[in-house]
């Protein structure tokens, strides 16, 4: 209540409680039924045991948001469970959005709403903070208050009964308040929603994680505090490299990056430039780069050669730059602009020292002026306290994130270079293998039902075998008629199901391909190094299937079994890399297509330069779900590439359309179609001309999360090939109710009905994906669109004089 007035929140408080009259000098009520106005949110701090019924009176009043920072639920004691699942069931009664319980509340400091019990109130700013422990986010505003960092806002979501993270990042992705999002997680309820919601905002705003519970004894730690089941850390980060989420390792780096991501432009590579007046902060700064997996620019020569001629014959004469102790604010300013001009240096991290001749406060405006002549990232570390606070201040307001030591500003740069690359590799465009898989599927649930009328969850070395080789993944030679009439000569009623016979392989390479099954991430794959590459050993890569040759390659680089594949060990031969990349999407499809399959492992799967050959096979299935009805994909994360939604069909003129989802591979087609834009249609279907496309925004049309959006491309065969010639975009908002529509056609194949074919798939995706309402902007003269919805029943609706909604109801 003391934070709630008081502090310029201009709304209404009502104090309830049965025992008192006032609360604090303002009237309360003895039960939420008898506040005579309507009220929006509701936050309660009474006995666990009291709360559902505190949570049925508000439902009932129709108050739709509540705070609940009681605890006594499921992190404690048992019985808490059974009052989340009563919480829950009036959450579904009276559609509530509850956050906690057992958090410390929410503050959003542009209203200056402080509904937390927090000792202070959080300063305004662009961040919004989310954190599963609310004494780290009371010691977080402590910091913050210090360090001059301000919010978009604070949560405090406890054991996330019904709000969690994924609802956060969707709310933050689109608050114009909020430029990046930090996270402090313990674990995470639903992989599936939080990946979904990460996917497609980690792009235009950055996430930034810390994940408690690293080691056996944290994940313990943290299992014991949430009540919940957490992960392994290697799937949590594949987990999080795959969001495009930046992890780090310390709270302190949180809001580093934070800071940083949202005032400058990710670095392009990992190349830093280090410019400081004393050795010893420069040489710090150096190992600290390193130990992180960052780079020293090379300097070009030339500009080494520029460099000589206005520094002391004794400087350092390579990166770092030691300018030496005597240095001026005009040889910082000097050095900085030869340094701009070098192609090899994608970021730059100043230091000072208060030793020398150059004042602090003058120095800091010459690195902003510098500054202003580049579009790399720039860093600063002014060391010292006093004597360089005002030079500190002027930095951050002019967007240059300043630290007190040299190794926290590396360790940010290199950050920063991680998630521009974690992002760049999330969004390559992977290329076509040309690979095709038809298994018989039907001859492969034969041998499941096999295995569960014999009641044995392992299949047999020959079962697992014809599995892989069913998804074109190359098996050892098999022949064993005369071994089989040796047995039965000696061990007649011995029965025998098969021999395996194989000949010997060597100069190739062992790997390891293995599915697991985690309980709460499902289905994860498992590349690594094999059992002969001793001192590679448990050398490992997770990835989480639909598996792409982008999102394969990836694995195989994170081992150090890439580095002996590409450039061969000892007397060994090079390996095609591509020939491994194509057996991962092979094995991420058979991982997608059987969701009974809870293990298989290849080990040894043999490569060389010339071969892939999975030398031993063993699967094992969950007999359960080889009879009983599966959800489609339930052992997935990411929803694989909806087949279902291809059709043929066709225009008009009699000509044949394919329609299908989009795939990443179709980038370079989507190029081709933009450049059949006309301007008119660019303006039409953009609401402004649009002169240049880049790789990042195809990227996200072609790399989509096929839950939340459909795009639908038509493609016609045209001089023996297969052409995009319109594309159709289905956004889902986040209370998975409505989506946005969008359709655009290239200037050739205009006025011949696909537009009102694609819109009308649309309409009937939307309908097959529970939607209720599907919508789209229109500019007021775009008379041919606003004609193709009037016939199919849109309402129309003027925004204002130059744009209009068409609204359909789907149910």
Not at 87 to 113: A, E, F, H
Request: charged share 25%; hydrophobic share 40%; proline share 5%.
């Amino acid at each position: 209540m003391n934070n709630l007035i008081g502090v310029g929140f201009k709304g209404f408080i009502y104090p309830v409680n049965p025992f008192y009259q006032s609360v604090q000098g303002i009237t309360a009520y003895p039960t939420v039924k008898k506040i005579p106005w309507q009220v929006d949110l509701a936050v309660i701090a009474t006995p666990a045991h009291i709360v559902p019924q505190v949570v049925e009176e508000c439902g009932e009043v129709g108050i739709k948001g509540i705070i609940i920072v009681s605890s006594g639920f499921s992190e404690s004691i048992p019985e808490g469970k059974i009052l989340e699942e009563k919480l829950l069931k009036l959450k579904q009664t009276y559609n509530l959005r509850i956050v906690g319980p057992n958090c410390l509340g929410i503050m959003r400091p542009s209203i200056k709403l402080n509904a937390t019990f927090a000792n202070r109130i959080a300063w305004r700013g662009r961040i919004a903070f989310i954190s599963q422990s609310g004494a780290l986010c009371a010691s977080v505003l402590d910091w913050a208050a210090h360090a001059n960092v301000g919010f978009s806002c604070v949560v405090s979501i406890g054991s996330m009964i019904d709000v969690d993270f994924a609802d956060l990042i969707d709310y933050f992705g689109t608050d114009p308040e909020t430029r990046s999002i930090i996270l402090f997680i313990e674990f995470i309820r639903e992989p599936k929603k939080f990946m979904s919601a990460a996917r497609r905002f980690a792009v235009t705003k950055p996430i930034i994680v810390v994940k408690a519970g690293k080691s056996p004894e944290g994940m313990k730690a943290a299992a014991l505090h949430t009540g919940a089941i957490t992960g392994e850390d290697i799937i949590y980060q594949a987990f999080f490299d795959r969001a495009g989420v930046v992890r780090v390792d310390e709270i302190s780096d949180l809001f580093n990056c934070a800071e940083i991501l949202a005032m400058q432009l990710p670095p392009k590579g990992p190349n830093l430039a280090i410019i400081t007046n004393a050795g010893g902060p420069g040489v710090t700064a150096v190992d600290a780069l390193v130990a992180r997996g960052g780079k020293l620019a090379k300097l070009a020569k030339e500009n080494i050669e520029a460099l000589d001629c206005i520094l002391p014959h004794y400087w350092s004469s390579s990166n770092p730059v030691d300018i030496c102790e005597d240095a001026t604010v005009d040889r910082f300013r000097k050095v900085l602009e030869i340094c701009l001009k070098d192609p090899n240096i994608d970021g730059y991290l100043v230091i000072y020292t208060p030793i020398g001749s150059a004042d602090s406060t003058e120095a800091a405006k010459a690195v902003v002026e510098m500054s202003k002549e580049t579009n790399k990232p720039f860093l600063a570390s002014w060391l010292g306290e006093e004597d360089v606070r005002e030079a500190r201040s002027i930095l951050r307001q002019n967007r240059i994130p300043v630290y007190s030591t040299p190794e926290q500003a590396v360790t940010t740069f290199v950050y920063m270079y991680q998630h521009a690359r974690n992002l760049e590799l999330l969004y390559q465009t992977p290329e076509e293998l040309l690979i095709s898989i038809n298994p018989n599927k039907e001859r492969l649930h034969h041998i499941l039902e096999k295995a569960v009328k014999e009641d044995r969850q392992i299949l047999t070395k020959l079962e697992s075998k014809e599995f892989l080789e069913a998804y074109g993944i190359p098996m050892a030679e098999k022949c064993y008629e005369e071994l089989k009439e040796q047995v039965r000569k000696q061990q007649p009623p011995m029965k025998v199901e098969g021999i395996t016979i194989q000949p010997v392989f060597s100069g190739g390479y062992e790997l390891i391909l293995r599915l697991k099954r985690d309980p709460q991430f499902g289905s994860v794959i498992i590349f690594g190094t094999g059992q002969t590459g001793v001192e590679f050993y448990n050398d490992i890569a997770v990835g989480f299937p639909p598996l792409n040759q982008t999102l394969a390659r990836r694995m195989i680089e994170q081992t150090k079994a890439f580095k002996i594949l590409s450039e061969g060990l000892r007397d060994r031969q090079l390996v095609n890399t591509r020939s491994v990349e194509e057996t991962i999407v092979k094995f991420s499809h058979l991982v997608t297509d059987f969701p009974q399959i809870v293990e298989a492992d290849i080990n040894p799967l043999f490569v060389d330069s010339n071969k892939v050959v999975a030398l031993n096979a063993s699967i094992i299935v969950d007999l359960k779900k080889v009879s009983e009805e599966i959800q489609p994909y339930e052992h997935l994360i990411i929803r694989p590439y909806p087949t279902r939604y291809i059709t043929r069909q066709t225009q008009k003129t009699g000509e044949e359309i394919i329609l299908r989802p989009i795939r990443p591979e179709d980038e370079p087609f989507l190029v081709e179609l933009f450049e059949t834009f006309s301007q008119q249609t660019m303006r039409l279907r953009f609401f402004q001309p649009v002169k240049d496309v880049s790789h990042q925004t195809l990227a996200r049309y072609c790399n989509i999360d096929y839950d939340r959006e459909m795009t639908i491309v038509a493609e016609q065969l045209e001089e023996g090939k297969y052409r995009i010639v319109g594309i159709a975009r289905l956004v889902i908002e986040p209370d998975a109710e409505r989506g946005e529509v969008a359709i655009v056609v290239g200037d050739p194949w205009q006025n011949k009905g696909l537009g009102s074919m694609m819109l009308d798939y649309l309409i009937e995706i939307g309908r097959d994906m529970g939607l209720k309402k599907v919508f789209g902007e229109i500019l007021a003269n775009n008379e041919k669109m606003i004609h193709i919805c009037c016939k199919k029943g849109f309402q129309i609706k003027s925004i204002d004089d130059e744009t209009c909604l068409a609204t359909l109801n789907l149910q």
